[in-house]
């Protein structure tokens, strides 16, 4: 793509190599493939409100050497009473007081893992990863599902290939269990849960 072309497909204006915006009415939607291209390989989000929260995991996880960690062995699965996975660890990473992101780790014989990722005390994205026992931080070339919530809980999914806002039966009963294991999560480290 010529950069005269990339610039109309933004909806910019090339000056002299400069770039002005033309403002929202020539603007491209932000669901068109050029967008989910230049938002990064593989990327599908579609919202500003998904965006943000996705600035806001990158945030987390280029902060996290410095975050406090916490470790809890999870022996006699504390966590039956809103999952049925057989956790059997639990990290924590904290600002002061303020839980960051939280990672559940799997039996022997899974690598599944889940990421919990807060901002201001609520969560905001989990982040499935079918192979991420491997490491503690997040890889950023991860394939998993990532969960995005708000004020109201479960308003979208990102499977790594489409987003959908529109939730179905599954998705929604997801989200609903998604909530429950972080506030027992939040709980077993001491945390008081915020409500979303």
């Not at 009415?25 to 068109?32: E, L, N």
């Not at 916490?70 to 006699?76: A, K, N």
């Not at 002061?96 to 014989?109: N, Q, S, W």
């Amino acid at each position: 793509m010529n950069i005269h072309r990339a610039f109309a497909t933004f909806g910019l204006l090339s000056i002299g190599g400069f770039a002005a915006t033309l403002g929202s009415a020539f603007a491209v939607p932000a669901s068109t493939p050029a967008m989910q291209a230049a938002a990064g390989a593989g990327s599908t989000t579609t919202t500003p409100q998904m965006q943000g929260i996705d600035t806001e995991v990158r945030r987390i996880e280029q902060t996290l050497p410095t975050l406090t960690r916490h470790e809890v062995m999870l022996q006699s699965n504390p966590l039956a009473g809103v999952t049925n996975v057989k956790w059997t660890k639990l990290h924590t990473y904290s600002s002061g007081t303020t839980v960051e992101r939280m990672k559940l780790y799997p039996p022997a014989g899974s690598s599944q893992t889940e990421e919990f990722y807060y901002r201001d005390g609520k969560l905001i994205q989990v982040f499935r990863e079918p192979n991420g026992a491997d490491h503690e931080g997040h890889n950023p070339d991860a394939k998993g599902t990532r969960y995005y919530f708000n004020v109201n809980g479960l308003f979208a999914v990102n499977d790594g290939r489409r987003t959908t806002t529109s939730l179905d039966t599954e998705q929604k009963a997801m989200g609903a269990k998604l909530q429950r294991e972080s506030a027992a999560m939040l709980a077993l480290a001491g945390k008081p849960a915020n409500s979303n």
